[in-house]
Nanobody, 117 residues
Framework: QAQLVESGGGLVQAGGSLRLSCAASGIIFKDNVMAWYRQASGKQRELVALILIDGRTNYADSVKGRFAISRDNAKNSVYLQMNSLKSEDTAVYYC???????????WGQGTQVTVSS
């Protein structure tokens, strides 16, 4: 069945960097819009970045210029490079796949990112 597995979260000091990875299986990866969301404690889940099937990207204003999303269709994987991390970036980060044709939405289990100030 469809599955997304995130990795790369952890504890980092403010100003540092992390790279999240998300490996997909059970879906036709190239036909999916891939996205990263995050949910901080006590807050709603929010979109961080997305990448379309043609490679175009979109970012939340709060992460523009600091985060970069990319995809490797050969590896069925999407990545989120996070630089200049701030304490307000602390959250559980979730990978999401949305089928362009199927409209099927698949979520990963999430990975914790904690930024210490």
């Amino acid at each position: 069945q469809a599955q997304l597995v995130e990795s790369g979260g952890g504890l980092v000091q403010a100003g540092g960097s992390l790279r999240l990875s998300c490996a997909a299986s059970g879906i036709i990866f190239k036909d999916n819009v891939m996205a990263w969301y995050r949910q901080a404690s006590g807050k709603q889940r929010e979109l961080v970045a997305l990448i379309l099937i043609d490679g175009r990207t979109n970012y939340a204003d709060s992460v523009k210029g600091r985060f970069a999303i990319s995809r490797d269709n050969a590896k069925n994987s999407v990545y989120l490079q996070m630089n200049s991390l701030k304490s307000e970036d602390t959250a559980v980060y979730y990978c999401n796949a949305m089928g362009v044709v199927t409209r099927l939405s698949v979520w990963g289990q999430g990975t914790q990112v904690t930024v210490s100030s």
